[in-house]
């Protein structure tokens, strides 16, 4: 599998990344098929987190025997030194390692800088060489310019796609100026961007972009693993493609960040300030249950608080975009029952 030099960290990491976030879904044993099968395709490079369950767990029982040939990235979403300091213990301990290549900050609302204890105990974790190389994770595209721009982050992981912004398009380009890693996430938009090929290729004319595919199913994997042998070419039909995803995924779209919870009225604001979407690109029947009906009508009970609105990064009116999702909803159940 081609590789690539991630920024100035030195580690040479393949083009297609696996990441770990679905793995939580499926059980130990397949876990350890689909990581196995993924190492031995080729793949060395592994982006997991300790919020995801038992996702650093199950790469630890996968793929300790071959530690030395992989790369493993991972993040922690502490807010103080003392839980940085139990995160990074239980990572290690999950991961079956004594370090960890890339440790990551996962999406906090300010980048922390030198000085801060937070940076300073990332700065101690490396001295100690628990940790390899320090890295953040944002969805915030002025965080992510600041994070690059403090020569404080060796990589930076911020979604990336065929429907990024122009914006977006500017961190690219300013990580690969100054030598940081860029790891892009949301490949396919947590799952709106239904054609994983055109993601593929789109992504692929950035060499210095690793972009990390959620994987969940072994033959997600082997469409990744055939994409990288035969990359698709960005043809005309392809650039079709981008332009229809992008003029119906513009706008005040909900990404499925989180940054905006908890909701004080329990509304699942990433799946639901996007439900519009789901129902008609990924299968529907699942958001057409009692559960998710008794979730959906929780948006009545919004208090308006704007607290969603204050902490979304892409300055999103969530209540009101609520409210359109809700009623765009109840009028599909009807169609639909
Ligand atoms: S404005 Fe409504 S949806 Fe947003 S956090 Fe407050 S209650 Fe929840
Ligand atoms: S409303 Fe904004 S903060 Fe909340 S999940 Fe969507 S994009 Fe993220």
């Known amino acids: 599998m081609r590789k690539i030099i991630l920024g100035n960290t030195g580690l040479e990491v393949t083009r297609v990344g696996f990441g770990a976030l679905p793995i939580q879904r499926v059980s130990m044993d397949e876990a350890k098929r689909i990581l196995i099968r993924a190492y031995e395709s080729g793949i060395n490079f592994f982006d997991t987190a300790r919020a995801y369950s038992d996702s650093e767990e199950k790469i630890g029982n996968a793929l300790s025997d071959v530690r030395k040939n992989i790369i493993i990235a991972t993040k922690t979403n502490a807010k103080d030194t003392k839980t940085f300091w139990q ?51 944002n969805h915030s595209f002025e965080n992510g310019k600041n994070a690059v721009l403090s020569g404080l982050y060796e990589t930076l992981q911020y979604p990336f796609n065929h429907i990024s912004s122009e914006e977006d398009l500017e961190l690219v380009t300013l990580c690969k100026e100054k030598s940081v890693g860029f790891i892009a996430m949301k490949a396919l938009s947590g799952g709106l961007i239904t054609n994983a090929e055109t993601s593929f290729c789109y992504l692929w004319q950035y060499p210095h972009v690793v972009p990390i595919w959620g994987i969940q199913r072994i033959n997600e994997l082997e469409q990744f693993i055939e994409l990288e042998k035969n990359p698709p070419v960005l043809d005309e039909t392809r650039k079709k ?97």
């Open 241 to 337: 493609l981008i332009e229809q995803d992008k003029k119906e995924l513009s706008g005040s779209f909900c990404r499925g960040c989180g940054y905006c919870m908890p909701c004080p009225v329990d509304i699942p604001i990433p799946t639901a300030a996007r439900m519009k979407f789901l129902l008609r690109r990924a299968p529907y029947q699942k958001f057409v249950t009692k559960e998710w009906q008794d979730k959906m009508e929780l948006i009545g009970n919004c208090i308006e608080c704007n607290q969603c609105s204050c902490q979304c990064p892409y300055h999103l009116d969530t209540p009101a975009l609520l409210k359109e999702m809700l009623e765009d909803y109840r009028e599909f159940v009807r169609n639909h029952a």
């Open 87 to 137: 995160q990074l213990e239980t990572s290690l301990e999950n991961l079956k390692t004594d370090y960890i290549d890339i440790y990551q900050f996962h999406n906090p609302k300010a980048v922390p800088m030198q000085g801060d204890e937070l940076y300073d105990a990332m700065l101690q974790a490396k001295q100690k060489g628990l940790i390899r190389h320090i890295g953040i994770t």
